[in-house]
């Protein structure tokens, strides 16, 4: 039962990036069963981002549908990071035309390569705005194809 409220909380699209699900974004932390409520447990991702209430209703929504009375709880410790997103999530976004996040890892250096291109791959892009269609993303142009796209900016915990 535990198993099957988790893939259906996973299955909830992100609000902002409706290609992915939560469960892409490797938001879902855990479901605990009690009785008839379900507690689950979903770091956020950008602090302040308004998709948070909203991923909250849709959850509550789906584990109403299986049956349960669902208790969200956002945790914040640890830190959710963009390398949290799952391989399929990383696959979905750049289908989508957004390029993925790099994986931060644990390094101590930052090394700032130019966001690679969803369209064509190339390397040769710079960054337009610090801000996309979203908060979580940025704006860029491809030299390449000469193309504007969106990348999902990383987020080092
Ligand atoms: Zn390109």
Do not use: N, Y
């Not at 099957?4 to 290609?19: F, N, Q, R, T």
């Not at 938001?27 to 209430?53: K, N, Q, S, W, Y």
């Not at 391989?87 to 390569?113: C, F, H, N, S, T």
């Amino acid at each position: 039962m535990v198993e099957e409220l988790l893939s259906a909380v996973k299955a909830v699209p992100d609000p902002e990036l409706p290609h992915v699900t939560i469960g892409d974004l490797g938001m879902v932390r855990r479901v605990e069963l009690e009785g008839d409520h379900a507690a689950v447990v979903i770091a956020p991702t950008f602090l302040g981002c308004p998709a948070t209430e909203q991923i909250r209703a849709d959850v509550e929504d789906v584990v109403r549908g299986v049956g349960f009375v669902a208790v969200v709880d956002f945790e914040m410790a640890p830190a959710w990071s963009t390398d949290d997103i799952t391989e399929a999530g990383r696959a979905k976004l750049a289908a989508a035309g957004i390029a993925p996040p790099a994986m931060v890892g644990d390094g101590p250096v930052p090394i700032d390569l130019p966001v690679a291109c969803p369209h064509c791959g190339s390397r040769q892009t710079r960054l337009v705005a610090g801000f996309g269609a979203t908060a979580c993303k940025a704006l860029h142009h491809c030299h390449g194809c000469r193309q504007p796209f969106e990348a999902f900016k990383e987020l080092r915990r």
